[in-house]
């Protein structure tokens, strides 16, 4: 985590930005005002001239009146956003300059704005299930205990419009495992029966296992191309990392996923996870960047944990 120096630097970042961006506030208190105050006089004008030569019964709301309240209506959205461009631009201009400097204690440490993860090619989709659409948000690499890894934010979903699902979303830590898996090892949050029966036909080349232990085995499905070299992960070490996330993760169950030499931690989390406050809104150490970092810290040594899963005991 941040030393001392590391922190007092960020605290120093944070009053620049924060002088920044109180000026950048009281720009856009009368950009916003002037911008739209600007259209609005156009609209009233030119609907002037309309009615001057008007029918006198259809003054001020005759059908080229009507078109122009709607043109002058979403030229005013159009505008708004343009007088908010500043804020925009230095909301992120200041995460590309705050997020290396907040992780300071990640080596090689790179960030990246809704790019396509080098990683996510590798992530079985027996993990998430079928999904024909992905965004994402932040994506963030590095080394982390001497080991590489990405983390991102990820939305994937199945469907189009109002009758798509979500088949993910939250956060994905994609890591070298210590000892790569022959094969394909996922542990997914257990559904119900229909869902389980698509998933099987979408997985049918991997085989169920058990964990042994009853709890363990309600809230999750353990499937595998390799039972073998899975089934000593699955009873061992693998359980004992998911009944600790268990204790640890609130949110809807963590997932787990082997592929080779790549090992994934896929945790659903609702919130954007390196969000900052509104632009009206003072940044504050203690309130937005200090659980930003305990939040980042503890993902990271979940996956240095799970990544021992396959590890061979030393004698």
């Known amino acids: 985590m941040p030393g ?143 080991f590489p890894f990405e983390l991102y934010e990820a939305e994937l979903r199945e469907g189009s419009g109002k009758g798509s699902s979500t088949a993910f979303k939250g956060v994905i830590v994609a890591f070298e495992a210590i000892e790569p898996f022959p094969g394909i090892l996922v542990a997914t949050r257990r559904t119900n029966a229909v869902v389980s029966f698509f998933r099987g036909m979408f997985t049918s080349k991997m085989q169920e296992l058990s964990s042994g232990e009853p709890l363990l085995d309600a809230a999750y499905e353990f499937r595998t191309d390799n039972v073998e070299a899975a089934r000593p992960l699955v009873t061992g070490r693998l359980a004992q990392a998911l009944k600790w996330l268990g204790e640890t993760w609130r949110d809807d169950p963590a997932r787990v996923a082997l592929n080779g030499s790549d090992g994934f931690l896929l945790m659903p989390q609702a919130k954007n996870f390196f969000e900052l406050p509104p632009i009206s809104v003072p940044l504050d150490h203690q309130t937005h960047v200090a659980p930003m970092i305990s939040d980042m810290g503890a993902m990271l040594a979940t996956a240095a944990l799970v990544r021992k899963v396959g590890a061979k005991d030393r004698g």
């Open 4 to 146: 001392e120096a590391v922190i007092a630097g960020i605290r120093r970042d944070i009053e620049t930005y924060e002088a920044r961006r109180a000026s950048v506030v009281r720009q856009v208190r009368w950009r916003v005002p002037v911008f739209i105050g600007l259209v609005l006089i156009a609209v009233a004008l030119i609907a002037w001239l309309f009615s001057k030569v008007a029918d006198p019964n259809e003054q001020w709301f005759s059908t080229p009146h009507v078109f122009l309240y709607i043109l002058g209506f979403a030229v005013s959205i159009l505008v708004y956003f343009q007088a908010m461009k500043p804020a925009t631009r230095l909301q992120q201009s200041f995460r590309d300059t705050l997020l290396p400097i907040i992780f300071g204690f990640v080596r090689d440490f790179s960030y990246q704005h809704g790019e396509r993860p080098n990683s996510f090619d590798r992530l079985p989709r027996e993990a998430v299930g079928p999904f024909n659409r992905q965004s994402f948000d932040d994506v963030i690499s590095g080394r982390y205990e001497e």
